[in-house]
């Protein structure tokens, strides 16, 4: 896996202050309608970002603008303090990568030949397929658990093996930064946890910078160091979990009643909902 950055690599800007990815009073929207408008947001350099909301809030969004796929209609995507839409196609993929929310692979491909699509920025017409390569594939498939899989067609698997597969082209890509549309769907309870577990290490052993959009709360209090919850595309609060997460916040964005505790195997924010109306009435 990629080695650990040094602090003035890995932060890329030119303030100094840490931040490696940047949106900066972005306007982003589809076919005329606008998500969200003068929109900032700074993801910490090195750092496990989780962003939360309810569906349709603009997450997604913004991170389709943040991996080039989603250009503003205002605004600047800043990556390393450059625009991002300055960079050729590979080079912006050899610094960022991302798993989307849905993915589709073509009809019949093996498993491992999904996966080494990963390492298709690190190819030019002077470097071709390399050891390297081969062991950039190996690791993620052996990360994420797919290694008896290798063989396999991928529309054969199910839908939780599917999402491992596209994690693990996702790793072999071996960029500094990691974006995770809803990583856990389809998968049981343990592989949520494997998968969360690898990206908190991908982070921490390896200084990448990883930024995850989650639904589940607990997850997201439990692995993130620097937490953003959106609602409406704009950002209602941004900061460490234990000092943001609080049940206003929580009602807030998500229109929910809870109590907050302290997890009791990591410290990390709880969030226990209290019975609604429609729970009542039954």
């Not at 693990?168 to 998968?195: K, W």
């Not at 589940?216 to 460490?240: E, S, T, W």
């Amino acid at each position: 896996m990629r080695e650990k950055h040094s602090p003035d690599e890995a932060s890329g800007t030119e303030d100094g202050k840490g931040v490696r990815l940047r949106a900066d009073r972005v306007r982003l929207g589809y076919r005329g309608r606008t998500i969200s408008e003068d929109l900032s947001v700074d993801i910490p350099d090195g750092a496990f970002t989780v962003i939360i909301g309810p569906n349709a809030c603009g997450k997604s969004t913004l991170l389709r603008a943040m991996a080039r796929l989603l250009t503003p209609d205002a605004g600047v995507i800043l990556l390393d303090g450059k625009a991002i839409g300055t960079y050729p196609a590979k080079e912006a993929a050899r610094r960022i990568g991302l798993l989307p929310q849905s993915s589709t692979a073509p009809d019949g491909i093996r498993v491992a030949d999904l996966v080494a699509r990963g390492r298709y920025p690190h190819q030019t017409l002077l470097r071709q397929w390399t050891d390297a390569d081969a062991e950039a594939v190996a690791a993620a498939m052996a990360a994420t658990g797919v290694t008896e899989l290798s063989a396999r067609p991928v529309d054969e698997l199910s839908g939780g093996q599917r999402q491992r597969v596209w994690i693990a082209m996702v790793l072999a890509q071996d960029t500094p930064v990691i974006l995770l549309d809803e990583p856990t769907t389809y998968l049981d309870i343990a592989h949520q946890i494997h998968l969360l577990d690898l990206c908190r290490a991908l982070n921490r052993d390896s200084g990448r910078t990883v930024v995850a959009v989650l639904h589940d709360l607990n997850h997201a209090f439990r692995y993130a160091d620097h937490l953003i919850a959106m609602k409406d595309g704009r950002v209602v609060a941004a900061g460490p979990p234990k000092q943001i997460v609080t049940a206003e916040l929580v009602h807030e964005v998500f229109d929910l009643g809870c109590r907050i505790i302290d997890d009791p195997e990591t410290g990390a924010p709880l969030v226990i909902p209290l019975a609604t109306d429609a729970a009542r009435i039954s």
